[in-house]
């Protein structure tokens, strides 16, 4: 049973951070109707940075600030540069940009940095607590991505800017209408994306060490977590990522092993597709053809 | 009586496809201008000119400053406001997030002060201050969209058909409230109207717009009177 509970805990740690990038990707889907494929190497890449800066002699809290807001303007270039010109583009152009920025992040940073495997430190360590339920690691990212999702929340529910950005995401016309620079919104749901991916890179890399690649599986599974929660809600994106957190680490002691964890991923989308497209929390789309 | 709102020779299309021909319309300072027109005459396309949302050639001068090449969210904060045809309603949002955002290029300091302000005008909006702007009727969404627009504190209040679609008592009630809003606001109004009966009663000057050209344009009164208007628009 302790084993049960072992695992519950360190899947909610690790669905925290599959909650914040799946909380990126439906923030981005829902300002273009489009995944960003390219999310998990941005955060690659903002990881590296402060591997930079933490090399340096960056105290860790220093290089975290600079990360979240160098990610942040980065985003908002992103937007501005590749998105911009091909906003009235189709679908194809999109994912070709999204499949492209990838691509690029991804070269870069084994240009910059080379491909071996790095270890990445934690402002945590990683003593036993709770009696060996649960690692300071897994505690501490826990509680940083809570109070992330907390200062989102803030933002989005209560603040002017916050409430612009949902109006832009659910009618960008009537937004213009009441005078909203739809563009400058756009750009800041970017960098707000990016920061959240950095955050959570900052996080997961010690756990699975830093490498061009070490995204590719959690943005699997934050892809599972926004498909769970539906995509076009931001609230069930952070549950969907938390839920397949405990699935990823239940399913994987219990039953498929350690080896075939991803596998829980996938099947988690395909049973989505299948059984409620429109997952958890999100609405049914209907459309005349 | 000074030109709040000076259009010539505008010129809009959709692609390759001209919809409207050079036209020219004005909207007095304080006064209530009806744009009427059948289906397809291209009234729509001239609010969205105006709005800076199609590609236009021509002048838009609004308050002496040429807006043709302005993106629509600067038209806006310059003082036009829009009560698009289907309301444009932020259907997600409450009722409460929706005026908000009418208020958006205002200080928040103005906000409560504003919003009682319009509910005068809209007392069962207030009803339904927390609600789920989606859930409204059809025409409490259409005073919504009004009083959203109302809350930008605008110059000139443009309404894209605000009778599509209701309940005739519905239709009058909103043009009462329109009728009270102009003389207590002193806000300028240019209306898109189908119904010309409603559109020549409130207004003081008409146009008529046939396939994308100015046909007529002058005094409400003239048009009223216009055989081929009665004919035509007015049925009798």
Known sequence: ?289 | MTALLAVSGLRASYGPIEVLHGIDLCVAEGGITALLGANGAGKTTTLRAIMGAVRTMGEIRFAGEQIARLRTDQVARRGIALVPDGRGTFRELTVEENLRLGAYTRPPAELSAAVDRVFGYFPNLRERYRQQAGTLSGGEQQMLAIARALLMQPRLLVLDEPSFGLAPLIVREIFDIMRRVHEAEGVSILLVEQNATLALDLADQGYLLETGRMVMGGPAADLRADAAIRRSYLGY
């Open chain 1, 1 to 289: 049973m302790i084993g049960l509970w072992h695992q519950v805990l360190s899947g909610l740690a690790t669905g925290g951070i599959y909650a914040s990038l799946a909380l990126a990707l439906v923030m981005i889907y829902q300002a273009t109707h489009h995944v960003n494929f390219a999310q998990g190497e941005m955060a690659t890449f903002s990881t590296y940075l402060a591997y930079t800066l933490l090399l340096a002699g960056a105290p860790y809290w220093a290089a975290f600030a600079v990360t979240v807001l160098f990610s942040f303007v980065l985003g908002v270039a992103i937007e501005r540069v590749l998105l911009r010109p091909v906003a009235q583009a189709p679908a194809l152009t999109l994912v070709g940009v999204f499949i492209g920025l990838l691509l690029i992040l991804n070269a870069l940073c084994g240009w910059i940095w080379d491909f071996t495997i790095k270890p990445f430190p934690s402002p945590f360590g990683s003593a036993s607590m709770l009696g060996g339920l649960i690692s300071s690691h897994e505690l501490g990212s826990f509680a940083v991505i809570l109070l992330v999702l907390l200062l989102v929340y803030v933002f989005f529910r209560f603040t002017k800017l916050g409430l612009a950005m949902r109006a832009v995401a659910y009618n960008p016309d009537s937004s213009r209408l009441v005078g909203i620079d739809v563009g400058a919104m756009l750009a800041l749901g970017w960098g707000l994306a990016a920061s959240i991916g950095a955050v959570a890179g900052l996080l997961i890399a010690p756990v699975v060490f830093l490498d061009p690649n070490m995204m590719t599986g959690t943005l699997l599974y934050a892809f599972a977590g926004a498909l769970l929660g539906g995509l076009d809600s931001p609230v069930g994106a952070v549950l969907g990522g938390f839920l397949v957190g405990v699935i990823e680490n239940v399913g994987g002691a219990y039953l498929v092993g350690t080896e075939l964890k991803l596998t829980l991923a996938l099947a988690v989308i395909a049973a989505v597709l299948v059984i409620k497209p429109s997952g958890l929390l999100g609405r049914a789309v209907a459309s005349r053809v």
